[in-house]
Every structure is written in structure tokens, then in C-alpha cells.
């Protein structure tokens, strides 16, 4: 509902409200708003239709969550002019507790601002200008805040929305173009602002009049809840629908930038919570409290999602639902933001899961979910199916290529490995080499060491990724030397390697998978587990929650978008704490750092030959808990290539 903290800033005069993202029992009833308001539901007008100005210059933006002022901002050029605008959240998740507008020098005519926080996640921005300024404008600038005010990185094709409902498909894109459902897309000969047309339709889909450009249709919302198509087979309406519906590409994406496992909780301090069919729409419940009531579209927001991170899972009980996408929506939207979920079943009707995500939730177990460290995993698996499947990226690039459309390769990761030691190099290479679902090059960087080494000669030669290998003196500092390996890389993200630690094979792909979610300039794990070698232990440390911005990661995880590095001038020319100095200069800049999970990565930590001197003890005294012999995690996959480990180098120096 609209709190008493958004309504003291509404002024009392004529004025427009636009809504968006709030349940029926929120809008129902009077709002306690002055007669003279008007008052739209984004979700249900017509995007050929622009909204009027209010005499009054007035207009307000009222979103239940956050993810729900993102799908405002893709119908910004709907919004009319005004020059008072009020921007309203009533719910928010903690890690977005306020935004403030990205605003550019074309808005020097803004004359006031001002910002409230409510006591329970509410929040309201009000501007006013000397001239009246685009709405949808602003609300894009707001959106632009929560990225820590970054331009969003849209999917490559430029799409045009209609039909209503139709924001649900692409959330935050303001450069979305709404339009009618029958066309034109724009004038023959004049320039076509996109690629493809996106409708959301009734029950008898309008004719499209312009064939230069592909068309995809999805049914309205409104038309795929159980009341609307009745029992599965059960009417003309269902039999047209029900097969589109067990194909991923029917449902609405998963909002990436919103609902993600940013905020994960690794030791909930509560049970078991059901999520279940109350009224029109899914509620999660424990016991006879609800904890989060969905909208009926089966829309999650990031409000719903901090709503339950202390639950240690959530159960599934099918019944009856709201409808077949509505339920797969919920389920996707929890998944991708790493909620534990499980079922003893998936109905025929939920195939739009996606085959990888159905087979993890039924192959979930009690025990698992009860041990912190494997539900942690299981999360962790989860949100990478969830996300490959139905994210935003990857929906519109699905929609894409089936409407004929080419898509662009996705970004190239280049691998830096700087070592000294060419005796470990075939282990290190058969960790790279085995990384999957990520396009990546090798820059072997050779310190104090020549490719005409037998080692070097037998580790290369079966490797079966691009591989540049750049020989470096060894008087030269070990950041100096990495400079000099990055400098031949290619690729749009660069990887820093260690020679002697373990990779999961979905390393890479997890780290590229927070930067889609974040944004962030720099990505990192922390070494959560650590093999001593010395004593044949594996010990836990805590280090420090994961899925958070953060200014300490582990040097070995660092992969960072090659445009930060160079803005920052690289590595500092040192011998030692380089990835320290690397972090730092980019916080300085207002780079964005975020640690994401540290489970695809394992320290292993030997007897001598480190850089960064440290006893056993320090690792025994900080562990939370010990395992007897080699016991890294699920996600490492170790016994794919544990035999090829390779043997220390008595006093050889690690590059750290």
C-alpha cells in the first residue's frame, strides 16, 4: 500500500499518479489521497497511448518495490512532463535502501530536492524545476542510482513493447519503444528506433502491418491464470496456450539487476517456510504468518526476496495456483536469487522451469539443507540454473534468435597466469582449460622462465584454448610482471590466475554471472577453504559474508572489467601485496568491488614458497571448522583432475 511517509509528500492539488508493481488488495479501497488525484496502474494501460500532464504540473511515481520503479523506467517515454515529480518506494531490500537520480547537465533546472527515509523500508525523492522536465526521464536517472548510478548494460536488441503488461518482459530499459499492437514500428524510410517488436496479447492478436520488422507474441497475464484458461485441456483458450507454456521462453525473465543473490544469508537464524496458492496469488508462510505475498503476474521483487533470507529453505507445495506461468515465475525468481528451494515433484505443466532447474530442486534432501556449507552450494547451483535460463540476458537473446535475429558473441574473459614455476603449470593449465559455460583466452605470463622448457613445451601443447604466453626477466617486479600479461590481452574481462590453487570449472562463468547481477567494476571470492598441506587439513574460515560489495577479496579470484584496470594505470610495480594496491586504486576512482561466493575456489596453502608469511596457526586459529585431508567443496569437482596436482619446488616463491 501507498505509506503515510509517501503520502506526506504528495501534495494536496490535482495531480497524476502512476503505480506500479502493487497487489490488488493494496489498491483496492480509498488511498487517502485527495479527490482531484488521478490515479494509473502502469501494468494495465495501453503503451500506444502517452499519459496527459496534469494542469497542475504534478506527478507522482509509486512503486511497491524497487524492481518495480525499474519496469517503470522502460515505459519512460510514456510518462508526460511535469515539473514536480514525487518518486515513491514502499518496500525496499536493504542493500537499496534509498536512490538518488544520476542526473547530467541538462538538468540544471532543477531548483529543489529532497529525500525521506521511512522507519520500514519506505522511502520518496521529490524534485521540482524551473521548467517542465520528462517524468520518465527522471525515473530513468533513479534507476541509474541503485547501479551506483553505471549506465545499465541492455540486451543487444533494441525492442519495441506493446500491449499491456508488456514492461513485465523488460525491465529497467528506458530505451524500450512502446507502441500499439497493430504498427507500424516507425515511417518506411525513416529511422527504426528497434530490432524487434514484443506484444503481449489478448485473445485475438491484432494483424502487424509492418513486416520489416519480426514479432513476438506472448499472452497477456491476465490470460494464463487457471480461472482465465480453466482445468489444462479444458477449453479452445487452454488448447492454444498450454503448449507455448512448457517451453522457458513463455515466461517472463527474472529482473537480474534486482533479484539476485545479493544479500545471501549463510547461517539463517530461521526454519522451514512453504510457499503455497493463498487467494489469487503465492504467499510463503510459516505456519499461519505470511512472509511475503507475490503479485499475482508472479512477479518476485528484491523486497520479497530480503523478506525471507533467514530462512534456512522453502518448500513447494503445488495444489492450486494461480496459474502455470505465475507459479514457474515465482519459482525462478527465488532460484535466481539463491533461495533454497525443494519439491518432491515437478508438474508436467512447470517445464518452462528449464530441465536443469527441475532436476535440482526434486534432487534436493533434507540433510543437505541442513548443513550450512552444502546449502550453500545448493544455492549456489541453483541461481546459476536459474540465471542461465531466466534472466533478462538470456531471454532476449533467446526471443532474438528465433526471431532470425544474429546476437553478438558474448564477452571474451582473458586468464592471466604469471608463474615461476613451470613445474606446476600442467595442473594449472588443466584447471583453466576445463572452465565452462565462458569464452576465455590464456595469457601465460612466464616469469623469469623460458617457453622452451620441457614443462612448459608438454603443458602447452594439449592445451586447447587460445594461448599467448609472454616471457617476462625475472629481475622485474611480480606486479610489473602481470602488467606486461594483461597488456596482450584481449578479452573485455581479465582474469587473475594463481599456479597452485583449485578452480570449480564454473570459476569463471559464476564470476562473469555477478558481474551481469552487479555491475561491478571488480569481482572477487574470498578463500573460504584452505587445504594445509603441512598438517594434510582442510579448515573453514569465515572471512566475512559473501554476495555483498566488499573492499577485501583474494587475490587469486580477482577478475575485473579491462576498462578499470586501465583507468587505474594496472598492478603497482611491487614484489608483493599487488592485489591489495590493485583494490585501492579503484576504490579510489569510485570503482564498484564485489565479493561474490568463494566456493568455486580453494587456497592451497604449502609448506614454504608464499609471498604472504603466514603460520599454520593463523588458519587453525581463525577456522570455524576442520576436515582431516584434502576436502574442498562440491563445486570444485577436484577428482577431475587431482591426479595432475603438481609437487612443490622446495623454496620456489609463489607468485601471490
Known amino acids: 500500500m501507498i505509506t503515510s511517509l509517501i503520502r506526506s509528500v504528495l501534495p494536496d492539488a490535482p495531480m497524476l499518479i502512476v503505480t506500479v508493481g502493487f497487489l490488488p488488495e493494496d489498491q483496492a479501497g480509498d488511498l487517502g489521497l485527495p479527490e482531484a488525484v488521478e490515479v494509473v496502474d502502469l501494468d494495465e494501460i495501453d503503451p500506444a497511448a502517452a499519459l496527459d500532464a496534469p494542469g497542475s504540473g504534478i506527478v507522482g511515481i509509486v512503486a511497491r518495490t524497487s524492481t518495480d520503479l525499474r519496469r517503470a523506467a522502460s515505459f519512460a517515454p510514456l510518462l508526460p512532463k511535469a515539473r514536480h515529480i514525487v518518486v515513491g518506494v514502499a518496500q525496499s531490500a536493504p542493500h537499496r535502501p534509498l536512490a538518488f537520480p544520476a542526473v547530467t547537465a541538462d538538468w540544471r533546472a532543477m531548483r529543489e530536492f529532497q529525500a525521506r527515509r521511512g522507519p520500514k523500508g519506505d522511502w520518496a525523492v521529490e524534485a521540482r ?135 545471501f544469508v549463510s547461517t539463517p537464524e530461521l526454519g522451514t517456510g512453504s510457499l503455497t496458492q493463498t487467494g489469487g496469488h503465492w504467499s510463503v508462510r510459516t505456519g499461519e504468518a505470511h512472509v511475503v505475498r507475490f503479485h499475482p503476474s508472479g512477479a518476485v521483487t528484491d523486497a520479497d526476496v530480503a523478506a525471507l533470507r533467514q530462512l534456512r529453505a522453502v518448500n513447494i507445495e503445488w495444489g492450486r495456483h494461480s496459474g502455470p506461468v505465475a507459479a514457474v515465475r515465482v519459482i525462478a525468481g527465488l532460484a535466481a536469487a539463491g533461495v533454497p528451494l525443494r519439491t518432491s515433484h515437478i508438474p508436467t505443466w512447470a517445464r518452462a522451469l528449464g530441465t536443469e532447474l527441475t532436476e535440482l530442486i526434486v534432487g534436493m534432501c533434507d540433510a543437505d539443507l541442513d548443513d550450512d556449507l552444502r546449502r550453500e552450494e545448493y544455492s549456489i547451483r541453483l541461481r546459476r540454473a536459474a540465471l542461465r535460463t531466466h534472466s533478462a540476458e ?77 616471457e617476462v626477466p625475472s629481475e622485474v617486479s611480480f606486479g610489473t610482471a602481470l602488467n606486461h600479461g594483461v597488456a596482450r590481452a584481449s578479452g573485455r574481462y581479465v582474469a587473475k590466475w594463481d599456479d597452485d590453487d583449485w578452480y570449480g570449472p564454473d570459476h569463471l562463468a559464476d564470476m562473469l554471472l555477478a558481474f551481469s547481477y552487479t555491475g561491478a567494476d571488480l569481482v572477487g571470492g574470498l578463500s573460504q577453504l584452505v587445504y594445509l598441506e603441512e598438517i594434510d587439513l582442510t579448515v573453514l574460515r569465515p572471512g566475512g559474508a559473501s554476495e555483498r560489495s566488499s573492499r577485501y ?104
Not at 528506433?193 to 513486416?211: H, I, K, M, N, Y
Not at 614455476?421 to 623469469?448: I, K, M, N, S, Y
Not at 608438454?458 to 587460445?466: K, L, N, V
Request: glycine share 10%; aromatic share 6%; proline share 9%.
Open 129 to 263: 524545476f524551473t521548467r517542465p522536465m520528462p517524468v520518465g526521464e527522471f525515473v530513468a536517472t533513479m534507476v541509474r542510482g541503485f547501479d551506483g548510478h553505471r549506465p545499465q548494460e541492455s540486451p543487444s536488441t533494441r525492442v519495441a513493447l506493446a500491449g499491456a503488461g508488456a514492461s513485465h518482459w523488460r525491465p529497467g530499459d528506458p530505451g524500450v519503444t512502446p507502441m500499439s499492437e497493430q504498427g507500424p514500428l516507425s515511417d518506411p524510410g525513416e529511422f527504426r528506433p528497434a530490432d524487434l517488436v514484443f506484444r503481449s496479447t489478448g485473445q485475438e492478436p491484432l494483424q502487424w502491418s509492418d513486416p520489416r520488422v519480426p514479432v513476438v507474441d506472448r499472452p497477456r497475464i491476465g490470460r494464463l491464470s487457471w480461472s482465465a484458461l480453466g482445468t489444462p485441456g479444458g477449453t479452445a483458450e487452454a488448447e492454444s496456450i498450454m503448449p507455448l507454456l512448457s517451453q522457458v521462453d513463455a515466461v517472463p525473465p527474472v529482473d537480474e539487476r534486482s533479484v539476485n543473490p545479493i544479500g
Open 553 to 656: 577479496l583474494s587475490g587469486g579470484t580477482l577478475v575485473m572489467d579491462r576498462r578499470i584496470f586501465d583507468a587505474v594505470g594496472g598492478f603497482r610495480p611491487l614484489p608483493r601485496n599487488v592485489d591489495t594496491g590493485l583494490l585501492r586504486a579503484i576504490e579510489s576512482v569510485g570503482g564498484q568491488i564485489y565479493r561474490t561466493h568463494g566456493l568455486g575456489y580453494m587456497l592451497h596453502r604449502r609448506a614454504a614458497g608464499h609471498t604472504w608469511t603466514q603460520p599454520v596457526t593463523h588458519f587453525l586459529r581463525r577456522s570455524t571448522r576442520q576436515w582431516r585431508g584434502f576436502r574442498p567443496s562440491a563445486l570444485i569437482a577436484a577428482e577431475e583432475i587431482r591426479g595432475s596436482a603438481a609437487s612443490p619446488s622446495k623454496g620456489a616463491v609463489t607468485d601471490e
Open 394 to 470: 538470456a531471454r532476449w537473446r533467446n526471443l532474438a534468435v528465433t526471431a532470425g535475429l544474429e546476437v553478438p558473441d558474448r564477452s571474451q574473459v582473458s586468464v592471466v597466469l604469471c608463474t615461476r614455476r613451470p613445474d606446476f603449470l600442467g595442473f594449472a593449465l588443466a584447471q583453466v582449460a576445463r572452465q565452462r559455460h565462458v569464452d576465455l583466452e590464456l595469457v601465460l605470463t612466464l616469469h623469469g622462465t623460458s617457453a622452451d622448457r620441457p614443462e612448459v613445451k608438454a603443458a602447452t601443447a594439449g592445451f586447447d584454448r587460445p594461448l599467448t604466453v609472454v
